[in-house]
């Protein structure tokens, strides 16, 4: 939860054709890609590759058995997780915020106790 609270996601602008999906993924070697396809199904590609003309990735890291691969007229848009500086901060001040809240309801009112 604390990670996904830092990243945003970018959609990545790639020149036309497949050859443009190659020289990106040699240039930025992502980790992982969020595609969605022309049917509006949005899946993460970890370790993403380029397979012929295709996008192909895992859909479960570590799961090779979950290989998948997107033909460029499959693919509707990509995007790549970037980290969020305004998202951390929302994230870093709303800890804080419900630590601080917590600590004034728990913390004790009197030194002694009324009767």
């Not at 050859?19 to 049917?39: F, I, K, M, N």
């Not at 693919?75 to 001040?93: H, K, Y």
């Amino acid at each position: 939860m604390l990670g996904t609270g830092c990243t945003t996601n970018r959609p990545v602008q790639l020149s036309p054709g497949p050859e443009g999906l190659g020289t990106y993924l040699q240039t930025a070697r992502p980790s992982a890609l969020q595609v969605t396809d022309t049917a509006g199904k949005v899946v993460w590609l970890h370790a993403p590759t380029l397979a012929g003309d295709s996008l192909a990735g895992v859909l479960n890291r570590g799961d090779s058995r979950s290989r998948r691969a997107f033909p460029p007229a499959a693919i509707s848009s990509i995007a790549e997780p970037q980290f969020s500086a305004g998202r951390t901060l929302g994230l870093v001040g709303g800890v804080l915020g419900s630590i601080g809240i917590a600590l004034l309801i728990v913390a004790p009112t009197g030194s002694e106790p009324v009767y």
